[in-house]
């Protein structure tokens, strides 16, 4: 890959101590910030400080990994990772589903860390008309260049929430009345004999492993998709986009 090309798809990128420190001090919205371990620089500890203050991730790694980052060549010891727009909130997702007067449809990624798979699921999303995605902080891609890239620019068409945990996302939607539909291999009904209606919040389990166990016991339904091939599964953007699609099939008779 060139170095215009990389430049291009890395420009999420902040790098440096000072750029760093400015980015958080004006609220920028910042994925995950990376630090180089072992180092002792009051400045590095300031930024990691203010930043998990903000409720961002700091991840300490070592230099090699951020010199493989870069762009510029002169990280200083810190990258940070940032969204490409603002994270909406969980309220905001449902109040676009009041204000358009239909039944809430929210998806729900447990913990997608492709960056592309996650951009395909919102562009699927918004294509079906979806209210809004929710994302977790931690082992999970966030809203950056590479994600709004592979959305085709759904992202900035879609509200995003990013939260600290998907299980307590999950109780927040039930209470708001959400029936929740998780995706499994051993679900309890398969896809053309399970009925969506009313407002559902739907789950899309990590690439590897499906959804972890909390957020499966969390499920009021869980939803097999059929397969007919001698590959067990289909990728966690495909399976999405099937599910997405017989949810609009039966929405739209």
Known sequence: MKNEEIKEERQDLIEGRNAVIEALRAGRAIDK??????????????????????GTVVVETDRHKLDLMSVTGAHQGVIA????????????????????????????CDEISDPHNLGAIIRTAECVGAHGVIIPKRRSAGLTAVVGKASAGAAEHIAVARVPNITAAIKELKDAGLWIYGTAAEG?????????????????????????????????????IPMRGKVSSLNASAAASVLLYEVLRQRSV
């Open 33 to 54: 910030i990376y630090l180089a371990k072992g180092e002792t620089d009051k400045t590095l500890g300031h930024i990691a400080s203010k930043a998990r203050a903000a």
């Open 81 to 108: 990772v940032c969204a490409v727009r603002e994270y909406a909130t969980i309220d905001d997702i449902l109040q676009v589903a009041r204000d358009r007067g239909e039944d809430p449809l929210v998806v729900i």
């Open 188 to 224: 309890s009904s398969g896809l053309w004999d399970t009925k969506f209606d009313g407002p559902i919040g739907l789950v899309i389990g990590s690439e590897g492993d499906g959804m972890s166990r909390l957020v499966a016991e969390s499920c009021d339904f869980t939803v097999s």
